[in-house]
């Protein structure tokens, strides 16, 4: 069996993507993970899905992507679950501080409205995802820490049928909503033991 510890401390350049602190091997498998989603995802947009989108629209979505996409690998490391969800640190300030209350994380992350707006989308339908991803942390948080992880999973379940049979936001976009709930509601709002490799 792999000895590890669980260690809630971290120091270093910070990092909001794969948390203050990360191992090689977390910054490989988070920053790797994003590019790789991001290049296949960008990829389908060109070839299969949106032919004719250049320019901004083609960068827009490849941030769109990097950030929902890979950012669901990221915020599953343990890295970024000590980062997050650890005592805030008193030279922690602003933006990091408002990043690690997973309520105001979730109300950041407007980007379904972006995308409608942008991508000629269904904005109903976008407003109704990103009332539902703020619901769905602030329900996670209302359960014990124990059943947050249950409840997050099946929110997140609950969000991938419904956007594939029911509210999709827009062509091009069906990895979106999975990926947000994943990204957000179970990776960034479970508090998890951070587990680090023993030394």
């Not at 690690?100 to 379904?112: D, G, I, Y």
């Amino acid at each position: 069996m792999q000895s590890t510890q669980i260690d809630w401390n971290y120091e270093g350049k910070p990092d909001a993507l794969v948390g203050t602190g990360a191992t090689v091997a977390e910054r490989m498998l988070g920053y790797g993970s994003a590019a790789a989603f991001t290049l296949l995802l960008v990829g389908w947009q060109v070839f299969a899905a949106d032919p004719g989108a250049t320019g901004w629209r083609l960068l827009v979505y490849a941030v769109l992507a990097f950030d929902v996409a890979g950012g669901v690998t990221a915020n599953m490391l343990n890295s970024c679950k000590r980062f997050y969800h650890a005592d805030i640190k008193k030279d922690e300030r602003g933006f990091t501080r408002l990043l690690k209350n997973p309520l105001m994380f979730a109300l950041l992350h407007v980007h379904p409205l972006l995308i409608a707006l942008l991508f000629e989308g269904n904005l109903p339908a976008a407003a109704i995802w990103y009332a539902a991803l703020v619901g769905s942390v602030a329900i996670t948080l209302s359960a014990p820490l124990y059943l947050r992880r249950p409840t997050a999973t099946g929110l997140v379940v609950a969000a991938i049928l419904i956007s594939l049979y029911a509210l999709p936001i827009a062509r091009g976009f069906e990895w979106f909503v999975p990926c947000l709930f994943f990204k957000i509601v179970l990776g960034h709002t479970v508090r998890e033991e951070p587990y680090r490799p023993a030394l």
